[in-house]
């Protein structure tokens, strides 16, 4: 099993910037890919970010303002959103996956442990 806890989520004004971290606990060695997603208010959960181990992957709207990154030894993934939009607003999720997976890595059919969420809201 794994345990996720998100954290630095806030207020913050648009343009500002933000640091979300998720720490990780129980078989960290086993987690070959961590992810955020995020989710607004009456809408689906979608994909933000995602990396291996050194390599991450962006949604295309966050993509050139959002950098996903990881610190093996804190086993703590982080998510540092700079130029943030109103339609940033949402409740940001970590997820962690162990192991292979047939399910794409942007889908969250891809993870199988998920955090409680950070809520991050940006005003106009």
């Known amino acids: 099993q794994v345990q996720l806890v998100e954290s630095g989520g806030g207020l913050v004004q648009a343009g500002g910037s933000l640091r979300l971290s998720c720490a990780a606990s129980?078989?960290?060695?086993?987690?070959?890919?961590m992810g955020w997603f995020r989710q607004a208010p009456g809408k689906e959960r979608e994909f933000v970010a995602a990396?291996?181990?050194?390599?991450?992957n962006y949604a295309d709207s966050v993509k050139g303002r959002f950098t996903i990154s990881r610190d093996n030894a804190k086993n703590t993934v982080y998510l540092q959103m700079n130029s943030l939009k109103p339609e940033d607003t949402a409740v940001y999720y970590c997820?962690?996956?162990?192991?292979?997976?047939?399910?794409?890595?942007?889908?969250?059919?891809?993870?199988?442990?998920w955090g409680r969420g950070t809520q991050v809201t940006v005003s106009s």
């Open positions: 997820a962690a996956r162990l192991g292979f997976s047939g399910s794409s890595y942007r889908t969250s059919g891809g993870y199988g442990y």
């Open positions: 129980g078989r960290t060695r086993e987690m070959v890919l």
């Open positions: 990396i291996n181990w050194s390599i991450g």
